[in-house]
């Protein structure tokens, strides 16, 4: 019996197995890989829990697929090919080698977002700095990491860029999302909070979601977004009842100063 280093070496090897009615074809699996009848059986018990559909993207003799033929394509591409595809096969794989491969494939869309989120920031940074592109509010939440929700589209136009980085921003959409409309709602019944209030009834200041930087960007980012009136400002900001670093919430947006390209 091998040893479990040994299976997955065979199973990095063969991953795939070719599947009549639903029985492995052994000895077209011995021909083609040239194992032994009794290595192949083996492999093939335990790749046998889980059943999944891929796309031949490479010729391979007797049909048997390879880690280095499709191992590198990300899931919807393979979705997207499988329409234009006849020759699919039914393959059989161990439930961790699906889970391994999927996990690869995720991480590795994971860092690819991120990079097209960083290119999509500075892009528009630099849009809103040197050709005054977009409005103060939806430039300072890309520049500071606040999810930009008042610009959320609704499906009857095309999304705004930072609508598909959800993930990505530091201060979650979630988060903006609820601390606005409490806001929204205190401002409504003239019951609007001081600073520390507003601090206080979202965790306090070190709250990992919700503190104070949090609440610090999002208020000023709805500032700069031209929501709410004087009113709500003044309260939120009464003396002695806010941090130092809130009394610059309302101040206006100095492009060339205020935008730092180097802050990710």
Request: proline content about 3%; glycine content about 6%.
């Amino acid at each position: 019996m091998m040893n479990k280093s040994q299976i997955a070496f065979y199973r990095k090897t063969l991953i795939a197995i070719l599947i009549d009615s639903g029985i492995a074809r052994v000895p077209l699996l011995v021909e083609a890989t040239g194992m032994g009848r009794r290595t192949v059986q083996e492999v093939i018990n335990n790749m046998s829990d889980i059943s999944i559909t891929c796309l031949r993207t490479g010729s391979t003799k007797s049909g048997y697929y390879y880690i280095s033929d499709w191992g590198v394509l990300d899931k919807n591409k393979i979705k997207n090919q499988l329409k234009h595809i006849n020759d699919v096969l039914e393959c059989c794989l161990s439930k961790q080698l699906i889970l391994d491969l999927l996990e690869d494939i995720s991480m590795s869309e994971q860092r690819i977002m991120q990079a097209l989120f960083n290119q999509q920031r500075l892009q528009i940074m630099g849009l809103g700095v040197h050709h005054n592109e977009y409005d103060d509010g939806y430039l300072y939440a890309w520049e500071s990491g606040v999810y930009p929700w008042f610009s959320d589209t609704d499906g009857s136009v095309n999304q705004m860029p930072h609508e598909c980085y959800a993930e990505f921003f530091k201060v979650k959409k979630e988060t903006v999302q609820n601390v606005l409309n409490y806001l929204d709602e205190k401002w409504l019944a003239k019951d609007i909070p001081t600073f520390y209030e507003l601090e206080e009834r979202f965790g306090g200041k070190w709250d990992e979601e919700n503190g104070r930087i949090a609440l610090l960007v999002i208020c000023r980012y709805a500032f700069l977004s031209r929501r709410f009136d004087k009113t709500l400002w003044d309260k939120l900001l009464k003396p002695m009842q806010h941090p130092s670093e809130a009394s610059s919430i309302c101040s206006p947006l100095k492009r060339d100063s205020d935008i730092y390209f180097m802050t990710i």
